[in-house]
């Protein structure tokens, strides 16, 4: 006997059994976790029967859904059946359309406290940040309908799992990246269409360096690292046009080399200071501030070893001192994370073990900068120690 099944669409098809049997597997596997392929082939069967005791030549999905569930109850499938009915709610998501109406509207209102409180660096009464989460529900909705399997969708709504970032998923972005900034001081980068060139001085190092951490975050949903030890090159540079500039007026060199210091500290706290501030001021188009880390890694015999340690202790010294908030009460800024490296050179005996001391004041204190033990990372990455991207992601077998 011949029967037709009415889709939604109105369309005819034949009755396959099979159809039955595999949208009850899924419910199964990716459900209920209670596995039983006999009884998926007993349900398809059983429902096939009564269409041929009856005469029913023709039978709508809509029958036959409700059929489904009600011999998963009989067969004492309860948890199946209530994953099956799910799962046909995740497919008729699928198939609509304006399903993100109601959300935009409550993000609007600012009535929406789920997405409006579900990231704590974005600050949703901003239009900027807004703007950000408006295309986040768009991107969400789309890739739950159109992208992501509906067995995923399905444990991704029960809580089974959760898939993270979904209001970028569309996009090929990056999450986290760990920034080349070393070739972009030394050859140059372009930022909005025009040429960066290699900065002359630590100040202006300092403010090309959160303009590429901007660029960045704008382009990508997740952290970034820089290594600190690319901004040594330019404390030399300062010192020696600061010298350029006295000793012709002063004669005298070693007072020329003292101001020139001089001037050339008060650059570094200014530099420093402009990168915290700049990184915590700062809004990207993803609507927060730059999620970046600062990497504090020094060694005996490294280039600009002295500069290194210098920016390393005014990073420190910053840090502890913490930044005022709006009612001037001086706080623990969100960013930059630090990220100090332990190594022969920074624990007890070493030459820069009182960087660490330091640090440690600094953690009690601010809660960052974490550690990482060259030694320990060494053995994992095959001789590497490195900063993670942000956050705690590292790549997998980074390789010099």
């Given at each position: 006997?011949?029967?037709?099944?009415?889709?939604?669409?109105?369309?005819?098809?034949?009755?396959?059994?099979?159809?039955?049997?595999?949208?009850?597997?899924?419910?199964?596997?990716?459900?209920?976790?209670?596995?039983?392929?006999?009884?998926?082939?007993?349900?398809?069967?059983?429902?096939?029967?009564?269409?041929?005791?009856?005469?029913?030549?023709?039978?709508?999905?809509?029958?036959?859904?409700?059929?489904?569930?009600?011999?998963?109850?009989?067969?004492?499938?309860?948890?199946?059946?209530?994953?099956?009915?799910?799962?046909?709610?995740?497919?008729?998501?699928?198939?609509?359309?304006?399903?993100?109406?109601?959300?935009?509207?409550?993000?609007?209102?600012?009535?929406?406290?789920?997405?409006?409180?579900?990231?704590s660096n974005k600050?949703?009464?901003?239009?900027?940040?807004?703007?950000?989460?408006?295309?986040?529900?768009?991107?969400?909705?789309?890739?739950?309908?159109?992208?992501?399997?509906?067995?995923?969708?399905?444990?991704?709504?029960?809580?089974?799992?959760?898939?993270?970032?979904?209001?970028?998923?569309?996009?090929?972005?990056?999450?986290?990246?760990?920034?080349?900034?070393?070739?972009?001081?030394?050859?140059?980068?372009?930022?909005?269409?025009?040429?960066?060139?290699?900065?002359?001085?630590?100040?202006?190092?300092?403010?090309?360096?959160?303009?590429?951490?901007?660029?960045?975050?704008?382009?990508?949903?997740?952290?970034?690292?820089?290594d600190l030890k690319?901004?040594?090159?330019?404390?030399?540079?300062?010192?020696?046009?600061?010298?350029?500039?006295?000793?012709?007026?002063?004669?005298?060199?070693?007072?020329?080399?003292?101001?020139?210091?001089?001037?050339?500290?008060?650059?570094?706290?200014?530099?420093?200071?402009?990168?915290?501030?700049?990184?915590?001021?700062?809004?990207?188009?993803?609507?927060?501030?730059?999620?970046?880390?600062?990497?504090?890694?020094?060694?005996?015999?490294?280039?600009?070893?002295?500069?290194?340690?210098?920016?390393?202790?005014?990073?420190?010294?910053?840090?502890?001192?913490?930044?005022?908030?709006a009612v001037g009460?001086?706080?623990?800024?969100?960013?930059?994370?630090?990220?100090?490296?332990?190594?022969?050179?920074?624990?007890?005996?070493?030459?820069?073990?009182?960087?660490?001391?330091?640090?440690?004041?600094?953690?009690?204190?601010?809660?960052?900068?974490?550690?990482?033990?060259?030694?320990?990372?060494?053995?994992?990455?095959?001789?590497?120690?490195?900063?993670?991207?942000?956050?705690?992601?590292?790549?997998?077998?980074?390789?010099?």
């Amino acid at each position: 006997m011949q029967i037709k099944v009415i889709k939604r669409n109105g369309k005819e098809v034949d009755f396959d059994k099979q159809r039955i049997v595999r949208a009850i597997e899924k419910a199964m596997k990716y459900g209920s976790g209670i596995y039983s392929y006999q009884i998926a082939v007993d349900v398809a069967k059983e429902i096939y029967s009564e269409c041929v005791n009856e005469n029913i030549t023709k039978i709508s999905i809509f029958t036959i859904e409700d059929k489904v569930f009600n011999k998963l109850i009989a067969h004492g499938q309860n948890t199946t059946a209530q994953v099956y009915e799910a799962y046909k709610a995740v497919r008729k998501y699928q198939r609509e359309n304006n399903t993100t109406d109601e959300n935009i509207m409550t993000l609007i209102d600012r009535t929406n406290e789920q997405v409006i409180n579900e990231n704590s660096n974005k600050d949703a009464i901003l239009n900027s940040t807004q703007r950000d989460l408006l295309a986040g529900e768009i991107s969400k909705d789309i890739a739950m309908r159109k992208l992501i399997p509906a067995h995923l969708v399905q444990a991704h709504k029960n809580a089974s799992i959760h898939i993270h970032d979904m209001d970028y998923i569309l996009q090929p972005m990056t999450n986290c990246c760990l920034i080349n900034i070393g070739d972009m001081f030394e050859n140059g980068t372009v930022i909005n269409k025009k040429q960066i060139k290699k900065p002359r001085s630590f100040q202006v190092a300092c403010t090309v360096l959160t303009q590429i951490i901007a660029q960045v975050a704008s382009n990508q949903y997740g952290g970034q690292s820089v290594d600190l030890k690319h901004l040594a090159q330019f404390l030399p540079i300062s010192y020696q046009k600061y010298y350029n500039s006295i000793i012709d007026d002063v004669k005298d060199e070693e007072t020329a080399k003292k101001i020139a210091s001089k001037l050339t500290k008060k650059e570094l706290q200014s530099g420093i200071q402009t990168i915290q501030y700049q990184v915590n001021t700062l809004l990207t188009t993803n609507g927060q501030a730059p999620f970046v880390t600062m990497f504090m890694d020094i060694k005996e015999g490294m280039s600009y070893e002295d500069e290194m340690a210098m920016i390393i202790e005014e990073v420190l010294n910053q840090r502890i001192e913490g930044i005022e908030n709006a009612v001037g009460v001086k706080i623990t800024p969100s960013f930059p994370k630090l990220v100090y490296v332990l190594n022969e050179s920074t624990t007890k005996g070493g030459k820069y073990y009182y960087l660490t001391k330091l640090a440690a004041k600094c953690t009690a204190k601010r809660m960052y900068p974490d550690y990482i033990s060259e030694k320990k990372m060494s053995e994992i990455y095959e001789g590497n120690t490195f900063s993670p991207m942000g956050c705690r992601s590292f790549f997998a077998c980074l390789q010099r």
